[in-house]
């Protein structure tokens, strides 16, 4: 990774949200294509909030850049099982699902945790009948809202927003349907004024569709390979 490289490539994306007027927007890299050593040149170049997908790569980052003052964010489906490792030391979980996970976090974590609520858009019903089925990702969209009603019970939780997945494509008039899908919940919660879920930012675009995401009201991008190119 080469650091001039990529010092160019986080100017550009800092100056094209500042240029479009996108105000409050925190870029987020998705570092699991990258090595320790590649996380601390992106944070030498301005990154200082980072994401990973997998409990045990996390932890061994999160020793390896002790010294380095980081925002940990974690985007990858978490088991209810595995939150105890990594729960009192990210800072933000973008893929609470499920009220066996938020239980897990109320009981582990000793200070109140920023959390988003990961959003099925489509809502496919999640296959269970063999350990081999895919994991849940995400609760269904029509679900959402008595999900984050459900949480008021728990003072360490506060869910800050919502996030989705975009799909594999390059049509650009899906991913805007979806990002404007996420967005409109996002509001509808917003007004309900509810004291543990402010539900006032939106989790959304990756490298090849934030400028769509930005478009449709992001306030927090994950981008991994943009980094790299
Ligand atoms: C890898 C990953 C990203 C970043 O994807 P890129 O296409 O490399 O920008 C964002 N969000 C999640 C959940 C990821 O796993």
Redesign the pocket.
């Known amino acids: 990774m080469d650091k001039v490289k990529v010092q160019e490539k986080v100017n550009k994306i800092k100056e094209y949200i500042s240029s479009n007027g996108y105000g409050d927007v925190n870029i987020i890299a ?1 570092t ?2 990258m090595t320790s050593e590649e996380n601390r040149i992106l944070y030498e170049c301005g990154i200082k909030e980072f ?1 990973e ?1 997998r409990t045990d790569v996390f932890l061994e980052k999160y020793e390896a850049l002790k010294d380095l003052d980081i925002k940990w964010h974690f ?2 489906y978490l088991h209810p099982r595995k939150a105890k490792d990594i729960i009192d030391k990210i800072d933000c979980l ?1 893929t609470l699902d499920s009220s066996s996970l938020a239980l897990e976090i109320s009981k582990r974590r000793t200070e109140v945790l920023e959390c988003f609520i990961c959003v099925n858009l489509d809502e496919e019903p999640v296959k269970s009948k063999s350990s081999k089925a895919p994991k849940a990702s995400g609760v269904p969209y029509s679900k959402v809202k008595a999900f984050v009603k459900s949480l008021a019970k728990y003072p360490n939780i506060k869910v800050v927003g919502l996030m989705c ?1 975009s799909k594999f494509t390059f049509d650009d008039e899906v991913l805007k349907q979806d990002f404007s899908k996420l967005n409109s919940l996002k509001e509808e919660i917003e007004e309900l004024y509810l004291d543990h879920a402010p539900v006032n930012r939106l989790s959304m675009g ?3 569709d934030y400028k769509i995401a930005l478009k449709c009201g992001s306030t927090d991008l ?5 980094f790299l190119e």
């Open positions: 998705a699991k294509y994401g997908n985007f990858g973008h997945v990756m490298s090849n994950r981008l991994g390979h943009i």
